[in-house]
């Protein structure tokens, strides 16, 4: 199947940026969606980005204007450039992807923590 790493979280400041990466690996046939999800301590996992193979985008209101989300179809990875962070960004980010190879099927990776301090 397809495994996910993602990596980039860390300890910033209010209105720093940090960049997060998630590089598939495994039995990949052709990545479709990526997407990046965020779940903050005491809720439920929610959406923040996706990028489909053709490159069209989408955001969660909260972060348009201050994330991006982008691809390297060569290198299987998808990113996200987040500037403008605020303590309210403080989760842990996972991201997501599906495979035209294994239909009806997501692969997520483990997460990585981005903690905002105010």
């Known amino acids: 199947q397809v495994q996910l790493v993602e990596s980039g979280g860390g300890l910033v400041q209010a209105g720093g940026s940090l960049r997060l990466s998630c590089a598939a690996s495994?039995?990949?046939?052709?990545?479709?969606?990526m997407g990046w999800y965020r779940q903050a301590p005491g809720e439920q996992r929610k959406l923040v980005a996706t990028?489909?193979?053709?490159?069209?985008?989408n955001y969660v209101d909260s972060v348009m204007g201050r994330f991006t989300i982008s691809r390297d179809n060569a290198k299987n990875t998808v990113y996200l450039q987040m500037n403008s962070l605020k303590p309210e960004d403080t989760a842990v980010y996972y991201c997501?992807?599906?495979?035209?190879?294994?239909?009806?099927?997501?692969?997520w990776g483990k997460g990585t923590l981005v903690t905002v301090s105010s």
């Open positions: 997501k992807m599906s495979d035209v190879g294994y239909p009806g099927m997501d692969f």
């Open positions: 990028i489909t193979s053709g490159g069209r985008t």
């Open positions: 495994g039995n990949i046939v052709r990545i479709n969606v």
